[in-house]
């Protein structure tokens, strides 16, 4: 069965960059697989921030965006602030009606 | 505005039938290419795709789970329902339901979740 692979925890400064991926324990992620991330703070449903690979939800502040890095889909946030601080996930079409979500990123701003 | 509600038990014991209702509103189920699908978070996990239920009725499962989940809707409800055979405590999580639009690949809207607990 395939996982998708995110790293557990990241860190990050305040008005650093930082740049999470999505993989996959077997092969390459592309954008037939149409990543999608989505941040979550504890507590709280999770609120979709980037769709179809690289595509900002509305409202979604400009300083996130996502792309393909390598054979990896990628979340980048560019000057990153306190109010980052979260849970990232992201998920993964795999056809056929299909998704599977990674087992998270959290992330620390400090 | 589209929101959605889940609702259902809090608490159920090993071995019986959970079933999970998301009442939505804002947009239609007979819209062609719209679903809802679950989602479900153990305390402090991942999140895990569970089902999802296209405008035509079509089900789709996750493979690791297909054979405890069925996934229905009643359109003139508004309702999707979940139900999940064989409940262990492993599967108390907080569960999830959420809008994908037409011809979309990922669900844009997401009810505020339920926690179920399974414990005898």
């Known amino acids: 069965q395939t996982v998708v692979t995110q790293e557990p925890s990241f860190s990050v400064s305040p008005g650093g960059t930082v740049t999470l991926t999505c993989g996959l324990s077997?092969?390459?992620?592309?954008?037939?697989?149409?990543p999608s991330w989505y941040q979550q703070i504890p507590g709280q449903a999770p609120r979709t921030l980037v769709y179809n690979t690289n595509i900002r939800s509305s409202g979604v502040p400009d300083r996130f965006s996502g792309s393909i890095l390598g054979n990896k889909g990628a979340l980048t946030i560019t000057g990153a602030q306190v109010d980052d601080e979260s849970n990232y996930h992201c998920?993964?079409?795999?056809?056929?009606?299909?998704?599977?979500f990674g087992g998270g990123t959290k992330l620390t701003v400090l | 505005q589209i929101t959605l509600k889940e609702s259902g038990p809090t608490l159920v014991k090993p071995t019986q039938t959970l079933t999970l209702t998301c009442t939505f509103s804002g947009f239609s189920l007979n819209t062609g290419g719209v679903a809802v699908g679950w989602i479900r978070q153990p305390p402090g996990q991942a999140l895990e795709w569970l089902a999802l239920?296209?405008?035509?009725?079509?089900?789709r499962y996750s493979s690791s789970l297909r054979s405890r989940l069925t996934i229905t809707r009643d359109t003139a409800k508004n309702q999707v329902v979940l139900t999940m055979t064989n409940m262990h405590p492993v599967d108390t999580a907080t569960y999830y339901c959420?809008?994908?639009?037409?011809?979309?690949?990922?669900?844009?809207?997401w009810g505020q979740g339920t926690l179920v607990t399974v414990s005898s």
């Open positions: 077997s092969g390459s992620v592309s954008t037939s697989y149409y």
């Open positions: 998920m993964l079409y795999m056809g056929g009606g299909i998704w599977v």
């Open positions: 959420a809008h994908r639009g037409a011809a979309m690949t990922h669900f844009d809207d």
């Open positions: 239920i296209y405008w035509d009725g079509d089900p």
